[in-house]
T-cell receptor, first 112, second 115 residues
Framework: NAGVTQTPKFQVLKTGQSMTLQCAQDMNHNSMYWYRQDPGMGLRLIYYSASEGTTDKGEVPNGYNVSRLNKREFSLRLESAAPSQTSVYFC???????????FGSGTRLTVV | AQSVTQPDIHITVSEGASLELRCNYSYGATPYLFWYVQSPGQGLQLLLKYFSGDTLVQGIKGFEAEFKRSQSSFNLRKPSVHWSDAAEYFC?????????????FGRGTQLTVWP
């Protein structure tokens, strides 16, 4: 099925460890996004990529880095995980303004 | 600056009852507005969207929403709620001023449905 695929679905890290969250879409969308979702906070934009080769900071970029590897893939890296980064992370993609976003099913990350 | 407010954090309704979820937005021009639903453990699914034209828009799963410019509102409604509608609902506004088309989300409304 076409859509946005995120891996892994669950992850537990120790403080200070690093990891990369993977995201791939097969809809040929230009724009991709990383959000984090915390209880009572809604979705907050971490980073986004308007097109292959470009990335920009969103509302809460500190502690994260991203790579737009190609048009399909947009990864999110935590270089030194902190408990404050415990969250559910969603990747999304979009083509134009008119269709909204297509979301992945999320990665639930716990940092202990 | 653009923003979305969902005044109700949690709503409980009985199955078969009607539902209205509130959404107020702040945006300088004509907004593009969206409602998404998130079932437990899932990603967000688009319910409906408003761009222009008829202010009452129909979506999937029997939902509708009405755009009221004078009240800066885009409330979501359903005439008869089903137990499977229990989920979290997010309203969002598109920032058309940016080339990216970035969405700003409200904090969500959690819907509980009593049998």
């Amino acid at each position: 099925n076409a859509g946005v695929t995120q891996t892994p679905k669950f992850q537990v890290l120790k403080t200070g460890q690093s990891m990369t969250l993977q995201c791939a879409q097969d809809m040929n969308h230009n724009s991709m996004y990383w959000y984090r979702q915390d209880p009572g906070m809604g979705l907050r934009l971490i980073y986004y990529s308007a097109s292959e080769g470009t990335t920009d900071k969103g509302e809460v970029p500190n502690g994260y880095n991203v790579s737009r590897l190609n048009k399909r893939e947009f990864s999110l890296r935590l270089e030194s995980a902190a408990p404050s980064q415990t969250s559910v992370y969603f990747c999304a993609s979009s083509e134009t303004d008119y269709y909204g976003y297509t979301f992945g099913s999320g990665t639930r990350l716990t940092v202990v | 600056a653009q923003s979305v407010t969902q005044p109700d954090i949690h709503i409980t309704v009985s199955e078969g009852a009607s539902l209205e979820l509130r959404c107020n937005y702040s945006y300088g021009a004509t907004p593009y507005l969206f409602w998404y639903v998130q079932s437990p453990g899932q990603g967000l699914q688009l319910l409906l969207k408003y761009f222009s034209g008829d202010t009452l828009v129909q979506g999937i799963k029997g939902f509708e929403a009405e755009f009221k410019r004078s009240q800066s509102s885009f409330n979501l409604r359903k005439p008869s709620v089903h137990w499977s509608d229990a989920a979290e609902y997010f309203c969002a506004v598109l920032d058309r001023g940016s080339t990216l088309g970035r969405l700003y989300f409200g904090r969500g409304t959690q819907l509980t449905v009593w049998p």
